[in-house]
Nanobody
């Protein structure tokens, strides 16, 4: 059974840090690209960061570049999203997803993500 399980969300104050984890099972982790998306209340999904499990190449949306860091531990089949200098506008439900192909930033999120997790909520207070 394929599973992506996110953890690490919570309530923090602006300026704080959180580390999200995405634990994968049921598929060949090294063959996939793993991405983080978020959905703020009343808004569409936003693609924020991706990593290739094969070569660890990364992508960041402008909204998080310089504050968030994505990494992958292939031995644990886990991808992390280190989020520093959090802002109230980072408040959202964060999802991880996996697909065999790199994400194209021109795509709508509905075009990517063979597997999805259930999400973890991040709330940043001002």
């Amino acid at each position: 059974e394929v599973q992506l399980v996110e953890s690490g969300g919570g309530l923090v104050q602006a300026g704080a840090s959180l580390r999200l984890s995405c634990a994968a099972s049921g598929f060949t982790f090294d063959d996939y690209h793993i991405g983080w998306f978020r959905q703020a209340p009343g808004k569409d999904y936003e693609a924020i960061s991706f990593i290739s499990s094969a070569d660890h190449s990364t992508y960041y949306a402008d909204s998080v570049k310089g504050r968030f860091t994505i990494s992958s531990d292939n031995a644990k089949n886990t991808v992390y999203l280190q989020m520093d200098r959090l802002r109230p506008e980072d408040t959202a439900v964060y999802f991880c997803a996996a697909d065999l192909y790199p994400y194209d930033s021109h795509w709508h999120v509905s075009r990517w993500g063979l597997y999805w997790g259930q999400g973890t909520r991040v709330t940043v207070s001002s």
